[in-house]
């Protein structure tokens, strides 16, 4: 009872922000989509990754949250060519079939740990034979950043040692932006 009134609390007080934010962004209704299942999709980017194309993909899910945005956000994905670091995002593919877009938190060796940005304790593993490519670019509707902007760069790091109160901070973010 109380957490869909705190909820309500801050819809209310966060939802002017949302609509300045869509006005903002530009962000309409939307559209029709077509859409591929992740196995089927995310195995052509793979392949055409792997013949040194980038490609450019919608995300789907809200586990990078809150930097990329489901369906808002794009990725620019290139085959890795430079050694792998954390805090790089990557496409992985951590079972056949099964994809995941993450952010790097360790790596030992060829043994590598992700986690999403808005996850709050859950992590995947992978080697590095695993990783299918890395962003480079994070697409947003106005404007596009590349991953290696110091500023993006900054937040990223911060993000990282507020997870102890992440659980909190999404919350927030999610009544900012009319989540329900």
Known sequence: MMKVLVKKILLFLFLPLRK??????GVTDQV?????????????VKEAIKE?????IAVKGYSMR?????LRDKVLLEPVTKPLA???AILA??????YVLHRIIKLDGSNITMMGDGNIGQTESCTTSNVVGIV????RP???????DPQLMRKIRLWRRLLPARRLLLVLYKASIGVD
């Open 20 to 25: 300045r934010k869509q006005k903002r962004d």
């Open 32 to 44: 029709n989509r077509q859409e591929l299942p992740n196995a089927i999709l995310l195995g052509m």
């Open 52 to 56: 040194g194309h980038t490609a450019t």
């Open 66 to 70: 809150p930097f990329l945005e489901h």
């Open 86 to 88: 954390i805090n790089d």
């Open 93 to 98: 593919e951590i079972n056949p079939g099964h």
């Open 136 to 139: 480079t670019e994070y697409i």
């Open 142 to 148: 106005k404007r596009s950043i590349k991953a290696d």
